[in-house]
């Protein structure tokens, strides 16, 4: 398995392997609104200046990724002032299940910052934004590949980076706190959900 930085020619293979791992994810969200949303979703990150993506991947294509940003900020700037073609993306998915509007309106309203919008997570400074491994690829290098995105982000001088977990993916958490991560903060969602606020420290504490 090989890494290598996510190019703009990967947003289709990044969409794919989103939407597949978040369908086994507890509470997630964005795969409801479809493969073609996430297309659009991973183009916008790609054209990001400030964006990170470090995905693994053999002869058969990639099998996993660690999606990041230097600038929670600069990357939601980007979804703002590409909301109409987010909304036309998520038109297939409303189509079929008209219900999700509700959900896509808090979220809207936290991308825009809104005032008294849900919280959905962190709007400034360095975030990892998306892990995934795809449960079907044999050999599985979810941990090195996600140690080796830290490693690479923390080349550049960060002194932290935080990411965000719901309570229902606990394992994950688990797998978190095993690496090095601390729980910073926590936010109430939709149906009395929680939300965990991670930080990793550059500190050369993490496992490996
Ligand atoms: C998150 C994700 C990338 C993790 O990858 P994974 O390959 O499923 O991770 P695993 O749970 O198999 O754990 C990987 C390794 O860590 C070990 N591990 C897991 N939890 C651990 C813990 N709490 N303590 C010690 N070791 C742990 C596992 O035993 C495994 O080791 P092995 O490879 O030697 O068997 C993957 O589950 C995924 O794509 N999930 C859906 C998307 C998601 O939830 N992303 C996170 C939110 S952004």
Known sequence: MNF??????????????HY???????????????YFFLKIYYLIHLQHKNGIILVA?????????????????????????NRIK??????????????IITKLIARYNFIHQKTNAMQFGITQGPKIDYWAWDPDTKEN?????????????FAFGLQSIKGEIDEDNNNIIS??????????NELNMENNR????IEY???????G
């Open 4 to 17: 290598r930085l996510a190019n703009k020619s990967d947003a289709s293979a990044l969409a794919r392997v």
């Open 20 to 34: 597949k791992c978040s369908k086994r994810q507890k509470g997630s969200f964005l795969h409801e609104l479809g």
């Open 57 to 81: 991947e053999d002869e058969q294509g990639i099998h996993g990724f660690v999606s990041g940003t230097f600038e929670t900020q600069e990357l939601l700037k980007s979804f703002r002032k």
């Open 86 to 99: 987010l909304f036309l993306a998520t038109l297939p998915a409303l189509v079929k299940s008209p219900k």
């Open 141 to 153: 290098v979810s941990v090195i590949l996600f140690k080796r995105f830290l490693n690479i982000v």
């Open 175 to 184: 797998l978190h706190k095993h690496m090095g991560a601390q729980v910073i």
């Open 194 to 197: 929680k939300r965990f606020i």
């Open 201 to 207: 420290l550059n500190d050369k504490k993490q496992v």
